[in-house]
């Protein structure tokens, strides 16, 4: 049963094809994905900024704190606009964001692989498994510039792979939409 996918084959080799494009230009040209990555928050920022300044004034007149949702608007079309003027400073703030998570992330995972290791075996492969984590945030946060290059890479390799899969299943799907056996859609 392949509820009608067949037919739309085309769409899922749509969507493989663009992330193949999309994976090769992140890992080609990595500053163009920080870009799209910046400008997508700053417009996120901007909007969501006016309409909080816009329900601010549309709710002056009933009870609450409209006050709040004024400051939160200016501050959204603040960082918009600080985004846009200067965006090489909010890939690096998104940067330091990514490493700090990626550290905090670790220590986690080592300190859990400790307390459950009398339960379980195997633990130092979250041992080493954190410790990696907490060295890839110290690297991306003391050199920057190769995190960020780090991140672009990672992101378009992984946008190729998942583009791939989906060319294959769209192939898939499309040569059993043209009445071969239904095996065609099984996976190897």
């Given amino acids: 049963m392949n509820f ?3 037919r739309l084959w085309w769409a ?5 094809i663009l992330a193949i494009v999309f994976g090769v230009l992140a890992f080609f040209w990595p500053g163009l994905f920080w870009l799209v990555v910046v400008y997508t928050f700053a417009a996120y920022a901007l909007i969501d900024g006016a309409v909080s300044i816009y329900l601010s004034m549309a709710g002056q007149g009933q009870a609450g704190r409209w006050w709040a949702l004024l400051l939160r608007g200016l501050a959204g079309i603040a960082a918009g606009v600080v985004t846009l003027v200067w965006p090489g400073i909010t890939q690096v703030a998104l940067l330091y964001v ?3 998570w990626a550290v905090v992330t670790g220590v986690f995972e080592i300190v859990t692989a400790v ?3 009398r339960y379980i075996r195997g633990e130092w492969a979250l041992i080493l498994s954190g410790a990696l984590m907490v060295i890839l945030g110290l690297a991306m946060a003391m050199v920057p510039v190769a995190g960020l290059l780090a991140i672009a890479w990672w992101v378009g390799a992984t946008s190729v792979a998942s583009g791939i899969l989906l060319v ?3 192939i898939r799907l499309r040569t059993a939409g043209q009445g071969r056996a239904p095996e065609a859609l099984a996976m190897p």
């Fill in 98 to 100: 990514i490493a700090a």
């Fill in 115 to 117: 307390r459950l290791r």
């Fill in 4 to 6: 009608g996918l067949d």
């Fill in 168 to 170: 294959t299943l769209a």
């Fill in 12 to 16: 899922v080799a749509l969507r493989g």
